[in-house]
């Protein structure tokens, strides 16, 4: 008899705890932030430290923000209390944190919210590679120099097959990889475009403008590899021969008859720009003047210079090939 | 009460009797246990079995297609909608907790601890025989093991970013490892492949074709190296890829030292040599091969060709002369000289019951020929097909409806949808049974390594080597048609973009071009451009410096306590 007595007590306590959960707890909704500025693609977290069964985050971003929550926009689900994200684009964004709790098949919800603002800058204003896209076919980079200074060096023809196309610093395109797409650019005061031809032969004026209106300055300068424009030795007329794969090499065929001494020949050329010097190891070269021994192996070493920026040059390099006929 | 106190007393002599029986305390006989379970060849074997089988699964095939080929811009997929994870994650608009996420990162974490296995414990097999065959053969299989925890690895990093790096040997107490750095990942995954390429032959033939040999090895290595290195900036990374280069394809030999870079080992020669099984202390000193440092590594140059030939040098013909390219990737082709590892799956011999070696119909359902309502998960299309060959002969590998297919079948396809053969099976080559993949999938071909040898080549300032070997590659293709259209030379960034263009020509549909745009620091450019023509703007959201990336999932920051860190942006 006790047996079934004990029995009843269990039962009415059961049926008393099962009556508890007909009223829903109140809910508290309560987060720590590690905090309210950050910069694109920055982690926020955000820690739920509140009361709830479930709880949901509307960063406040496009599609995800809790004022139009009626007009299809939705939170993220938190789980475990810890909610991490990351905003993609600048602006500032009330972060809400909704708390609810519930009774058994949701008869009863109940909600409460708690809301943050934070601020998410975009201040990129690095440039991390400039380049002529369309060198006929291939993209150029330009150099990363001291003091913001870039220096581009573009061929003044290259080798495309059998022909030797001329490529014009006057009309070049531009291309910027900089990390941030809502960064702009200018150039000499007005907006860059990349389908829009530039006259590189003088120095461009680059201001880079992030979205937090932060600007940086930067200077273009652009300067040709040096060639030998015309090339004579003991009387016979060099042919400049082009390299596919590199702008900055080539060769000087030279035919003589055959017994020719060059030991001590003394070449007579004209570069293509006057301010381009012509050495042989550090040894500057005069047309007509310097003897060169065309014995042994003879490399040119040709070096243009910005006339804006003696420190932007450009070195190329000749060798000299002696066919004997 | 009486009968209370009674069955009490029962209960009690009851278990007094069954505590006096002592067969709870007998050693159980003939069970395998931690110690003796790995104790003989061909009980590691087993176990190295385990660890192809994790490559052979449904679920390591399901998410390479999705991360690999359905992510990125040569496909339009079937299952785009934001109400699926799958949807999601092709949008690039997932969260944290999507579960293709979760999938991929626990079935290659599966691969990793399989291997890991094989690796920790293959010290403790016992030989009868302590000789040459018996050394060497403990010997490929560990070689092999370090391979595949490389593959999973390496599949990991690329997804994620640097992850947990497990120790080889788990313990309760150690559960939870924090994430390691990329740069330490790919450290880790490079030297089990630098001592992979030092413990296995060439290449596997006959009954153990299949298996990964120093090709594989060396392959992946070259890979690996080239997700490290960044277009355009000279690195020690494209100059080894160049030497790796010219061993694997030029015949220029390498040796042991060089490749493995001992020089940075904490390791004596002799304890390294035993960890390998390149040695032991039972062996007999009058039978010892004697390696070293300068032991010149197996010549691979030879072992692999571009031309669409079997093993045995046999034209791949089968379909036809005009087919052979895609002949490579159906039975005729399988551990041909332009497959260097493949993932094997064998239809059952005699159909019923134990399909233990095969993958679910991926390719059939990828190629849903004669299933013109089917579910067709990705396909491409006329516009994407005409960019990505160029008028290149490898067109021809795409199909559409009531296309005439290699094999004489009629392609019974959905009507305006493209596909390309690579996925096809033919009809005689079809599993007999319809949840079987009958084709192995190509993992690494020869074709690749030519190309990325090309580009390590344009890399480190040797364009016209670097237009040989990427000629070469299109010159083989142009055997299909009998095309004579070749690249041209020109400029550092006129040849990386032919080829990149051949890579993608060649490599289309193989399941690995969202990783590859990624690697060549262009995949925000390409995906977001190709996202924006599309009207579910698919690709459009892709984050530049956030989605090169995908999170960790949210399941291993929770059990870890926050000890495993998200990845930026998520």
């Known amino acids: 008899m006790k047996l ?193 031809n530039y006259d590189l032969s003088v120095p461009l004026d680059i201001l880079v403008k992030s979205n937090a209106g932060t600007e940086r300055p930067y200077k273009l300068y652009t300067v040709n590899y040096a060639e030998f424009a015309s090339f004579k030795l003991l009387g016979a007329t060099g042919t400049l021969v082009r390299n596919e794969y590199d702008y900055s090499t080539f060769v000087m065929e030279v035919t003589l008859p055959t017994g020719t001494d060059v030991s001590n020949a003394v070449p007579e050329f004209t570069t293509t720009a006057p301010t381009e010097k012509v050495y042989i190891g550090d040894k500057e070269q005069t047309s007509g003047t310097s003897a060169v021994d065309f014995t042994k192996d003879v490399i040119y070493r040709l070096v243009s210079t910005s006339a804006d920026n003696p420190a932007m040059q450009a070195e190329s390099t000749v060798s000299v090939k002696i066919r004997h006929q | 009460m009486k009968i209370i106190l009674r069955i009490v007393a029962f209960s009690f002599a009851l278990v007094y009797l069954a505590g006096c029986s002592d067969f709870l305390d007998k050693d159980v006989l003939g069970y395998s246990t931690e110690e003796n379970f790995f104790d003989t060849q061909y009980k590691l ?90 050394i060497r053969g403990i010997r490929e299989i560990l070689g092999q093991a370090k391979f595949l925890r490389a593959l999973f690895y390496f599949n990991l990093v690329k997804t994620y970013g640097g992850v947990p790096i497990r120790p080889e040997t788990e313990t309760m107490s150690k559960l939870i490892v924090p994430r390691s750095t990329a740069a330490e990942v790919y450290a880790y995954i490079e030297k089990d492949l630098r001592e992979a390429a030092v413990m296995l032959p060439a290449i596997f033939t006959d009954a153990n074709a299949g298996k990964a040999g120093e090709g594989a090895a060396v392959a992946l290595l070259m890979k690996v190296l080239m997700y490290q290195a960044t277009p355009g900036e000279r690195s020690e990374k494209w100059e080894e890829m160049m030497r790796l280069g010219e061993f694997f394809v030029d015949g220029k030999p390498m040796n042991y030292g060089e490749i493995l870079k001992f020089n940075t080992y904490q390791e004596e020669w002799n304890d390294f040599r035993l960890r390998l099984w390149l040695d032991h202390k039972e062996w007999k000193a009058e039978e010892k ?4 440092l300068t032991t010149t590594l197996r010549e691979l140059s030879t072992t692999y060709s571009l031309a669409y030939v079997s093993v045995n040098n046999r034209q791949l013909n089968d379909y036809g002369a005009t087919n052979a390219y895609v002949a490579q990737f159906y039975l005729p082709g399988e551990f041909c000289r332009g497959s260097i590892f493949e993932i094997t799956f064998n239809e059952s011999k005699d159909g019923t019951g134990g399909d233990l070696n ?26 994407i097909v005409s960019s990505l060959f160029r008028g290149d002969p490898r067109v021809l590998t795409i199909q559409a409806h009531m296309a005439i297919l290699p094999d004489g079948e009629m392609a019974q396809l959905v009507p305006g949808l493209l596909f390309p053969l690579k996925w096809y099976t033919p009809l005689k080559e079809m599993p007999q049974y319809g949840g079987d993949n009958g084709k192995n999938r190509r993992l690494i071909r020869f074709a690749e390594v030519i190309l990325m040898y090309a580009e390590a080549l344009n890399e480190c300032g040797e364009g016209a080597r670097a237009m040989e070997q990427v000629n070469k590659n299109r010159a083989q293709a142009n055997t299909i048609n009998g095309s004579g259209t070749l690249y041209v030379a020109g400029g550092y960034g006129y040849q990386r973009d032919q080829i990149w263009q051949e890579r993608r020509a060649e490599l289309a549909f193989e399941w690995d071009r969202f990783f590859d745009l990624v690697r060549q620091k262009r995949a925000a450019e390409v995906i977001k451009a190709f996202g924006l023509a599309r009207d579910n703007k698919r690709g459009f959201y892709f984050r530049k410096g956030v989605n090169e990336i995908f999170p960790i999932p949210q399941t291993e920051i929770d059990i870890s306590n926050g000890v495993i860190k998200q990845n930026p942006g998520y």
């Open chain 2, 358 to 383: 095969e993958g679910d119909a991926i390719y059939t359902a990828l190629f849903p020929n004669n299933d013109i309502y089917g579910a067709k998960p990705m396909y491409t299309r006329e516009d």
């Open chain 2, 289 to 292: 091969e004697k390696s070293s």
């Open chain 1, 4 to 196: 079934i007595k004990l029995l009843q007590a269990t039962g009415i306590a059961l049926f008393v705890i099962s009556c508890e959960k007909e009223v829903a707890e109140t809910p508290v909704a309560s987060i720590t932030i590690n905090k309210t500025e950050f910069t694109i693609n920055e982690t926020m977290e955000i820690n739920f430290t509140g009361v709830a069964d479930q709880v949901t985050v509307f960063p406040g971003d496009n599609m995800q923000n809790y004022d139009l929550r009626e007009q299809s926009n939705t939170g993220l689900v938190v789980n475990k209390k810890l909610f991490t994200y990351a905003y993609a684009v600048p602006g500032v964004f009330k972060v809400v944190c909704v708390a609810s709790t519930h009774t058994e098949n949701a008869a009863e919800l109940k909600y409460d919210t708690c809301s943050v603002t934070v601020t998410v800058t975009d201040d990129v204003t690095e440039i991390n590679r400039i380049s002529c896209p369309q060198v006929r076919y291939d993209e150029v980079f330009a150099e990363k120099m001291a003091d913001d200074n870039w220096l581009m060096i573009l061929p003044r023809r290259i080798k495309l097959g059998t022909s030797t196309p001329a490529i014009n610093i006057a009309r070049q395109r531009l291309r910027f990889y900089i990390p941030s797409d809502s960064t702009k650019v200018s150039i000499d005061g007005k907006s860059y475009s990349n389908t829009q």
């Open chain 2, 45 to 134: 074997q087993t176990a190295l079995n385990g660890v192809y089988d994790v490559l052979q699964s449904d679920m390591f095939n399901q998410c390479d297609w999705r991360f690999g080929e359905a992510t990125a811009d040569d496909v339009w997929g079937n299952d785009e909608g934001m109400g699926r994870s799958m949807g999601e994650l092709v949008q690039f608009r997932f969260k944290t907790s999507n579960e293709w996420i979760r999938n991929r990162y626990e079935i290659n974490y599966e691969g990793v601890h399989r291997a890991n296995q094989v690796i920790a414990n293959a010290h403790k097999v016992k030989l009868a025989i302590y000789d040459e065959p018996s």
